[in-house]
């Protein structure tokens, strides 16, 4: 069983940034890919950015330009620096980490825009 730790919501003005860790451990099984998704309220959880073990990485068209995903292998942890936020970013923000057995969640962890 993998346990994902979150950290780094809370609450921005518009244009502020912030910084999302996961940091996961007991992971047994390879890892295929790790990344964070995001649900505002009364929408449907979407994709936010994603990177693959071969360093593929995908962002969300509404967020290029602006959040970066990293990761860092010895830490078992992966990053989303997000710069330039709006208020339509506003969500909970949850870790996703997917092996070669399951996929795993985060707990999420709540990012606020607004002024």
């Known amino acids: 069983q993998v346990q994902l730790v979150e950290s780094g919501g809370g609450l921005v003005q518009p244009g502020g940034s912030l910084r999302l860790s996961c940091a996961a451990s007991g992971s047994r099984f390879s890892i295929n890919a790790m990344g964070w998704y995001r649900q505002a309220p009364g929408k449907e959880r979407e994709l936010v950015a994603i990177?693959?073990?071969?360093?593929?990485?995908n962002y969300a068209d509404s967020v290029k330009g602006r959040f970066s995903i990293s990761r860092d292998n010895a830490k078992n942890t992966v990053y989303l620096q997000m710069n330039s936020l709006e208020p339509e970013d506003t969500a909970v923000y949850y870790c996703?980490?997917?092996?070669?057995?399951?996929?795993?969640w985060g707990q999420g962890t709540q990012v606020t825009v607004s002024s």
């Open positions: 990177i693959t073990k071969n360093d593929n990485i």
């Open positions: 996703y980490w997917e092996t070669s057995f399951a996929t795993y």
